[in-house]
């Protein structure tokens, strides 16, 4: 694959899960009738905003490539919690699941090493 193109690929897979964080994370911080139901299901107003810094945290961090691996274990365990609370609150976790695969494929890409350390654990693993 041409060098141009592996660039385009690797930014817009940034943008896009970053351009989710972020877009998520405006829906926490910006008052509207849709975060008022989410602040009562999250338990404040407060925790709406603690949520909101976080996923624009995580957003900044996997735009940097040098911070990019934490971003993707911070988005992904975030992510998890956010499975969890769906799933508690008997909502659907299709959302946040498509999210998480969508950061892990682009993780993936952008991180080749990731992809590299799980299939060798995977084949040295000696099982007894």
Known sequence: MKIKLRKIIYWTLTIIVAL??????????????QSQQMAKMLG????????????????????????GVIGTILG??????????????????????VIQIILW?????RYPEFWQRLIYNIKTTDIN
């Open 44 to 67: 404040g107003e407060k925790n709406l905003i603690i949520l909101g810094v976080i996923e624009i945290f995580i957003a900044l961090l996997w735009i940097i490539p040098r911070t």
């Open 105 to 109: 494929v682009s993780a993936f890409y």
């Open 20 to 33: 989710i964080f972020i877009g998520s994370a405006m829906g926490k911080l910006i008052s509207g009738e």
């Open 76 to 97: 992904a365990s975030y992510l998890g919690g956010a499975i969890a609370v769906h799933f508690i609150n008997n909502e659907s976790i299709i959302a946040p699941l």
